[in-house]
């Protein structure tokens, strides 16, 4: 018959092979636990970054979730307004300075379509900015 010696000495303590065997154990558990984590969250998605000067008449390409980032040069982020013809598809975001952080307008998609943005300027003088936007799954 085979003999089974206990994990434990006779001081209840846990020999030097049995933390061992029970660390990796935990570190293992851990291990799969963190991929498991990784493996379920969304990929994220870069945004598409265009200078606000580019866009008109223009086709941006975007996925859903993914953000067009618009850069608006020496003009201030907030003096821009967008018009989405289709907001079931994407929406605009106005720009912000916010904390002393400068936030550009965007927009975001949202849903699978074809829809077209018109960029105006509060500051005036400033010919709209029309473009299309396609969003894909």
Sequence with gaps: MLAVQPL???HGGMTTLARRTTLALVLSVAGLAALAGCASAD???APVVRDVGELQGETVELQVGQVLDIDTGDLAVDSYRGLVEDPAVASFT??????GTIYNPGVEGIAE???TVVLSNDDGGIEDVTFTVE???
């Design 8 to 10: 434990c000495c006779h």
């Design 43 to 45: 990929p994220v998605v």
């Design 94 to 99: 106005p720009g912000r300075e916010t904390g």
């Design 113 to 115: 379509g074809t829809t």
């Design 135 to 137: 969003v894909s799954d």
